[in-house]
């Protein structure tokens, strides 16, 4: 045995994963990484994350199936490839969600994960610039700042919300949820501060752990009821390695996939590509969940948004100072919505504002100045799954997500919608906003608003449950992280979630890896 720990993916759980196992010294470990390491200043400069989307070389760049109820149209789901994986691409809002979606989870199965189990890691991996409290953490290593520059209109954005009847709140990890207010980010003195920043790089001068970059895992390696090994490729060459325990970390749609190659899964679809059966486990890939978006558009009066920036004095701004919109994570301000369709107390929909014209994850640059409202009910019913489309560990699987197949989801994005156009029509906000972009000032009925939907809403990013925790026939790994009725496998990132939570999911990914490399 070459290593006692495995750990597949350097993403936001798996570099937490890497940390922990080596602090001691009598642990071998090593991390495996399919991307490369995370050196492009874009990812360290936050407002670089508007160009992150688009690098295909630090992002597996997938796309779902078409969407029966988004006019048949495929949606990028964009993933980090590199050291640090989506939390070297993502927006660095720090969110954990609402209490009652750690005790929904607990309820469901999930035994030992109540929001008051949780609240200790949440607070351990914490160093909030804010100082400590009972609900916040100082002295972990993931920092959690205040953003260092605000756009004008993000401020409007929150006064209008405020005046659309909504409350103003300073913190969404507080006592409660709900309100409009800034983000907290996972920053750095105005530098992001990825899984690999706060974890990885402490603990790489350790000679206990390896990293091995450009190293994709195809295959765990099973013998009688136990896994061994793994093996992956480097540089066009399959080798094999041996270890006491596996882990994969390879967040949601990988690690599914990764358990089907390994012949782990339901057996049927196994067969269908010649994969030899290790183990008939139902749940994996199932149990697909995302949170879907529609942002919505209006120009600005005055050219004072992040469209069209002067690269070169950003930069510079940035490069002395870590000052002005390069510190920015662009979606700055946001807000926690309990809409009039709630079935509890606990927020339904989220906002993300932007003081920029995004439209298609900022792929398509639309002309002029303007802004756009994100938002996305953060509790839908839609389920879908993750099949393979061969048993080749380089294509990618297929992604069905099956957005809107639900009638409540539906209604709720009409909800959504109706929302930020009911904030943006407050007197706060007139003087500084023009014309609606989208869905366009012709778009009234709630079938117009549909088909508007329908042609326009996108992932927010946050796909989770393909490897879900619990008990049931449908559980993949049990409530330890433990792949059910294998040994020495287990399963430690986005993909165990039961149930999605009600926000961004990073921080509660790498609470999740505190949680499991404690043994807690
Ligand atoms: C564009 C974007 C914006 C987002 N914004 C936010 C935000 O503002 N706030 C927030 O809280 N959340 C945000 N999220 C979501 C959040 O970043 C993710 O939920 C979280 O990072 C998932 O962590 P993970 O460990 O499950 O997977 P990842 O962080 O994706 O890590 C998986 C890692 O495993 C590697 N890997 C995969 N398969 C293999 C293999 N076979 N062999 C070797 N390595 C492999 C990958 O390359 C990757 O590095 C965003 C996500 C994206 C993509």
């Keep these: 045995m070459e290593f006692d720990y495995i750990i597949v993916g350097a993403g936001s759980a798996g570099c937490v ?10 642990n071998r470990v090593l991390l495996l990484e399919a991307g490369g390491k995370d050196w492009h200043p874009f990812i360290h400069m936050p407002a670089g994350l508007a160009k992150l989307a688009s690098m295909s070389k630090i992002n597996w760049g997938y796309e779902t199936e078409p969407q029966q109820e988004l006019n048949q149209r495929r949606l990028f789901w964009p993933r980090g490839k590199v050291l640090g994986g989506s939390s070297s691409i993502n927006a660095m809002c720090y969110c954990r969600g609402h209490r009652k979606d750690y005790d929904s989870w607990a309820q469901g199965g999930a035994k030992g994960w109540g929001f008051d189990q949780v609240l200790p890691w949440f ?104 896994a061994t090994g793994l093996i992956y490729r480097r540089k066009g060459k399959q080798q094999t390695v041996r270890g006491g325990h596996v882990i994969l970390a390879g967040g949601a749609i990988n690690s599914p996939q990764l ?3 390994s012949g782990i899964g339901p057996a049927d679809h196994l067969r269908k590509h010649t994969i030899n059966v290790h183990l008939d486990l139902p749940g994996v890939g199932r149990n697909l969940q995302d949170h879907l978006d529609i942002c919505t558009l209006r120009a600005s009066k005055e050219p004072i948004t992040y469209d069209r920036l002067n690269e070169i004095t950003v930069g510079l701004r ?22 009039r369709h709630a079935q509890d107390d606990r927020p339904d929909i989220q906002m993300h504002f932007v003081p920029a014209l995004l439209d298609d994850h900022g792929r398509n640059i639309l002309p002029g100045y303007g802004m756009t409202i994100h938002a996305c009910a953060l509790r839908p019913e839609s389920r879908g799954q993750l099949t393979l489309k061969s048993a080749d560990p380089g294509e990618a699987p297929a992604i069905q997500p ?40 012709k778009i009234q009925s709630e079938e117009e608003i549909m088909a508007f939907i329908r042609q326009k809403a996108e992932s927010i990013y946050h796909p989770i449950g393909t490897c879900k925790m619990g008990t049931d026939e449908m559980a993949v790994v049990d409530p330890q992280l433990n792949v059910h009725g294998l040994q020495s496998l287990s399963v430690v990132d986005a993909s165990i979630m039961p149930e999605l939570i009600s926000g961004n999911t990073n921080a509660p990914v790498m609470m999740i890896a505190e949680k499991f490399a404690a043994g807690a």
């Design 318 to 339: 940035y490069l002395f100072g870590r000052k002005g919109p390069g510190a920015s994570n662009v979606a700055e301000a946001g807000g926690f919505i309990v809409s």
């Design 17 to 26: 994963l890497a940390n922990r196992f080596s602090e001691n010294p009598s």
């Design 259 to 261: 358990l089907l190659l």
């Design 402 to 441: 099956n957005y809107l197949s639900k009638e409540y989801d539906r209604k709720m994005m009409l909800e959504c919608a109706t929302l930020a156009r009911k904030i943006y029509s407050q007197e706060t906000f007139k003087p500084y906003i023009g014309e609606e972009v989208f869905p366009g000032a």
């Design 123 to 226: 607070i351990k991996l914490e160093d909030y610039e804010n100082g400590a409290s009972d609900y916040h953490g100082t002295g972990g290593l993931l920092s959690v700042q205040n953003l260092r520059h605000t756009n004008l209109l993000s401020g409007k954005f929150i006064e209008a919300a405020v005046q659309a009847g909504f409350n103003r709140t300073d913190d969404f990890n507080g006592p409660h949820q709900r309100g409009f207010g800034y983000y907290q980010v996972t920053q750095k003195n105005g530098r992001r501060c990825s899984s690999a920043d706060a974890y990885l790089r402490p603990a790489l001068s350790r000679s206990n752990l390896e990293v091995r970059t450009h190293s994709l895992a195809e295959k765990v390696l099973i013998e009688s009821d136990r």
